[in-house]
């Protein structure tokens, strides 16, 4: 049974006669708002700067322009791809009275021509098509994404922040490595707090010492490595602080439940908590579907054979995923999951 936080059709009731259907198709440069009502001749469509109160007031005279002609508009139900913009927009607009959808991208079907038309305008009638048919209740058409609010987006930064800082720290060491090897020295840790004052006594094969631009490059590239560390530890600290100061605020207590599992630190958890666990997600394939670990077969006529995880989810839960499911058998072996694992 489907629970009613379900995304993929609308569970609100859909008056045409009384509600006014806008798609906005957003870009850096512009945006196209294209409307639609009943009863009306003509389905307006205005390009605008990129300015909110600009839109606000063009749905104001939309509104005003059905009134005119006999319409009684009482609710404006407005939708827009996800993307660069983030949820800024529809947290305003619905604070304006809007009723505010945010469209997976992903979720609306296209043509599968080799070189199709692609402008603004056809985009919003693509919009337009898929957001009607959401609102009527049909499946199939599109699905929404929940909006979150700023408190929550702010409490997922510490996760990914680390996880920038992370892969900016491997990319560095990674750098180093290859400068290294490119001179045929081995034996040298990067990783080690004071490799920086030992690069200068390392000798190449031929007994040389690393050239002056590369052994300055790789000074900066060490000075920014340790950098990196340091802004690691500060982050790691900050959040461990803000959860023992309030172990019961939002979803702490679930993060501080996760860590007391063998092999879950604070920061597995909390990125399970941020990403995933705090999303009132419908069941147990909807989490896998998130995560892009759900199959991809491929089936038709004869033949029979899965192309493996679809890998259409969020990649930052995955990861967090399979990582945990490596770390379950390297410290619980011994437990009942562990056969189902290995």
Same mark, same amino acid.
């Given at each position: 049974m489907?629970? /009613?936080?379900d995304?993929?059709? /609308? +569970?609100?009731?859909? #008056?045409?006669?009384t509600? $006014?259907?806008?798609?906005?198709?957003?870009?850096?440069?512009s945006?196209?708002?294209?409307?639609?009502a009943?009863?009306?001749?003509?389905?307006?469509?205005?390009?605008?700067?990129?300015? #909110?109160?600009?839109?606000?007031? +063009?749905?104001?005279?939309?509104?005003?322009?059905?009134?005119?002609?006999?319409?009684?508009?009482?609710?404006?139900?407005?939708?827009?791809? %996800?993307?660069?913009?983030?949820?800024?927009?529809?947290?305003?607009?619905r604070?304006?009275?809007?009723?505010v959808?945010?469209?997976?991208?992903? /979720?609306?079907?296209?043509?599968r021509?080799?070189r199709?038309?692609?402008?603004d305008?056809?985009d919003?009638?693509?919009?337009?098509?898929?957001f009607?048919?959401?609102? @009527?209740?049909?499946s199939?058409?599109?699905?929404?994404?929940?909006? =979150?609010?700023? !408190? #929550?987006?702010?409490?997922?930064?510490?996760?990914?922040?680390?996880?920038?800082?992370?892969?900016e720290? !491997? @990319?560095?060491?990674?750098?180093?490595?290859?400068?290294?090897?490119?001179?045929?020295?081995?034996?040298f840790?990067?990783?080690?707090?004071r %490799?920086?004052? @030992?690069?200068e *006594?390392?000798?190449t094969?031929?007994?040389? =010492?690393?050239? !002056?631009?590369?052994?300055?490059?790789?000074n900066?590239?060490?000075a920014?490595?340790?950098?990196?560390? %340091?802004? $690691?530890?500060?982050?790691e600290?900050a959040?461990l602080?803000?959860?023992?100061?309030? =172990?019961? %605020?939002?979803?702490?207590? $679930?993060?501080?439940?996760?860590?007391?599992?063998?092999?879950?630190?604070?920061?597995?958890?909390? $990125?399970?908590?941020?990403?995933?666990?705090?999303?009132?997600?419908?069941?147990?394939?909807?989490?896998?579907?998130?995560?892009?670990?759900? *199959?991809?077969p491929d089936?038709?006529?004869?033949?029979?054979?899965?192309k *493996?995880?679809?890998k259409?989810?969020?990649?930052r839960v995955?990861?967090?995923?399979?990582?945990?499911?490596?770390?379950?058998?390297?410290?619980?072996? #011994?437990?009942?999951?562990? =056969?189902?694992?290995?």
């Open positions: 489907k629970k /009613s936080n995304l993929s059709k /609308s +569970l609100a009731p859909f #008056e045409p006669d509600c $006014m259907v806008v798609v906005v198709e957003l870009s850096q440069s945006w196209l708002v294209a409307g639609r009943a009863n009306l001749d003509r389905q307006p469509i205005k390009k605008l700067e990129p300015d #909110e109160n600009a839109l606000l007031r +063009l749905l104001d005279r939309w509104r005003d322009e059905a009134s005119g002609k006999g319409l009684q508009i009482e609710r404006i139900a407005l939708a827009y791809e %996800a993307g660069r913009d983030g949820f800024w927009l529809a947290r305003w607009l604070r304006n009275g809007i009723d959808h945010v469209m997976h991208p992903t /979720s609306i079907s296209v043509s021509e080799h199709r038309a692609k402008t305008r056809l919003t009638a693509l919009l337009m098509r898929a009607l048919g959401w609102l @009527r209740g049909e199939g058409h599109c699905t929404m994404v929940a909006v =979150p609010t700023l !408190a #929550e987006e702010d409490l997922k930064r510490p996760s990914r922040e680390h996880e920038t800082l992370a892969g720290c !491997a @990319r560095t060491i990674n750098r180093l490595k290859s400068a290294l090897m490119r001179l045929g020295i081995k034996g840790n990067p990783k080690l707090r %490799a920086q004052g @030992r690069l *006594g390392l000798r094969l031929d007994g040389e =010492p690393i050239p !002056a631009n590369m052994l300055r490059e790789m900066h590239d060490l920014r490595l340790a950098f990196i560390r %340091a802004q $690691m530890k500060a982050t600290q959040r602080e803000r959860i023992e100061d309030h =172990p019961s %605020a939002e979803n702490n207590p $679930m993060v501080l439940m996760l860590a007391r599992i063998v092999g879950i630190g604070i920061e597995t958890a909390d $990125m399970l908590v941020r990403e995933l666990l705090s999303r009132n997600l419908r069941d147990r394939r909807a989490v896998a579907r998130f995560a892009g670990l759900t *199959g991809s089936e038709s006529g004869m033949r029979r054979r899965e *493996g995880l679809s259409a989810g969020s990649a995955r990861r967090g995923m399979i990582k945990l499911a490596w770390r379950f058998l390297q410290h619980q072996r #011994e437990s009942a999951l562990g =056969p189902v694992f290995s």
